[in-house]
Structure formats: structure tokens, C-alpha cells
């Protein structure tokens, strides 16, 4: 029984993952897009809170960019080719607001990804979200668009 329910939740982050923007329609470049899927419903997590902040020469983080997720459970549209510079980043999803919205009492405050840019490439952090646990992964790939 547990292994159907892993398979399930693995099946339905495929699913979520193949739902890519289209490429080449001459829209602005999106280096940085979060994807959100509430696995207790089976669907995408609206309005979560996403914060994203840079990491300082004096080991401080900064706040970089920050937003909503969308309908979709989506977050376009956080930065521009231009300011994603060298450096380390965190993406912070607000996971304790959105799960005390929906009458659940969460066990995480939020769910975080630290990550290295080193160069022009372009990320889709996805994030799996149930009260008590979560799963994030990365795309990392040439520009897509946005």
C-alpha cells in the first residue's frame, strides 16, 4: 500500500514537471521559475508566498525578489537574466501560511532551496508540499521562456 501511494506521489511529480513553458515565443528570458503542487489535494498550491534572497560578502542574506504562486501554482518573472549575477541564492516557499489557510496545522514554518548561480543558466525549483513534509527538485537548463 505504501509503495502505491510512493508511486503516485513520484507519478504525479512527473506530471508536474512536464508542464514546461514554451520555448521560442520571443517573451522576455525567465532564469528563475518556482512550481508548487499541493500533494495532500492533488493540485497546484495557489498563493504561496515565495521569497528569494542573496547571499552577502558579509554571509548576510539580502532579499533579492519575491511574489505569489499563481493559479497554476506557478511563479514567473522573479528576476531578469541581468541581476541573476554569480552568487548564492535561497528560495524560501511560505509553506506555514498556506497550509494554516486550508484549517491544517503545519509541522514546517517554510521549505527553503540554497543554490549556487556560476553562470547564465536557468532554474525551475519545484516543490512537493504536504503539513508535514516536503520534496523539492531543479531543472537546470538554458533559457526558457517565461
Known sequence: MASSRLFLL????????SEASPVGSGEPKC??????LDV??????VNVGVKVFKKAADENWEP????????????????TDEKL???IYKVELDTKSYWKSLGFSPFHEYAEVVTAESGHRHYTIMALLSPC?????ALISGPKEC
Open 64 to 79: 533579492f525578489a519575491s511574489g505569489k504562486t499563481s493559479e497554476f501554482g506557478e511563479l514567473h518573472g522573479l528576476t
Open 85 to 87: 549575477v554569480e552568487g
Open 10 to 17: 513520484c507519478l504525479a511529480g512527473l506530471v508536474f514537471v
Open 133 to 137: 513534509t516536503y520534496s523539492t527538485t
Open 40 to 45: 495532500v489535494q492533488g493540485i497546484p498550491a
Open 31 to 36: 532564469p528563475l521559475m518556482v512550481k508548487v
